[in-house]
Each structure stands twice: as C-alpha cells, then as structure tokens.
C-alpha cells in the first residue's frame, strides 16, 4: 500500500520552530515531485512548498519565503519541512504531497496531515 505519513506537527510559540517529516512507503518517489500544502480553518487547501524529483528545483508561496525550507532525503523516501519564525497565521493542518507522474507537479498521493498551532 502506498501511502504518506506526516509527523513532526504541534504547538509552538510565535517565532519557534518545527521540522516536518513524511515518510513515504510503499514505493520510491525518488525522481517524483513532492511538496507541502496546509490547510488553515475555513480556507482552501494551498500549496506552501514543492520540489522537484532531483531537488535541484524548489519553489515556495510568498508567505513562507525566507522562513520555510523544503527539502528530500531521496535515499529514505522521506520530505521534510522547516518551519522557522513561525507566526500565528502559520497555524494550519500540513500535508504531504506527491506526483505519481514523471515530470509533472500534478499532486495525487496525499497524507493525512499533521497540525501546527502557533500561539502569540
């Protein structure tokens, strides 16, 4: 069974820090986009971070630039993301995301989240 599992979330004070984890089972996605969406109470689900299958390509929303880092461990399957100088507004379910497809960042394997909450 392929799946995605986050790990890493919880509560932190405004301007702490996190690492987020997905281990990914099940298959390789070594080669295969990967990336980071969150998901805050009452809003839409929206990209934070991706990377392509090498690493050599990353992108991140606006908001998070700066503070968030994106990156792949391709050898333990594994996505991670740093979360530094969080804020209140960081405050939002994460999850993982993967494209079973080469060369393409469309996103259809997803994990089943974990909560960051940012306290001021």
């Known amino acids: 069974q392929v799946q995605l599992v986050e790990s890493g979330g919880g509560l932190v004070q405004a301007g702490g820090s996190l690492r987020l984890s997905c281990a990914a089972s099940?298959?390789?996605?070594?080669?295969?986009?990967m990336a980071w969406f969150r998901q805050a109470p009452g809003k839409e689900r929206v990209l934070v971070a991706d990377?392509?299958?090498?690493?050599?390509?990353?992108s991140y929303a606006d908001s998070v630039k700066g503070r968030f880092t994106i990156s792949r461990d391709n050898a333990k399957n594994t996505l991670y993301l740093q979360v530094n100088s969080l804020k209140p507004e960081d405050t939002a379910v994460y999850y993982c995301?993967?494209?079973?497809?080469?060369?393409?960042?469309?996103?259809?394997?997803w994990g089943q989240g974990t909560q960051v909450t940012v306290s001021s």
């Open positions: 995301a993967a494209s079973r497809r080469l060369g393409t960042r469309y996103y259809d394997l």
């Open positions: 099940g298959r390789t996605f070594s080669g295969y986009a």
């Open positions: 990377i392509s299958g090498s690493g050599s390509s990353i």
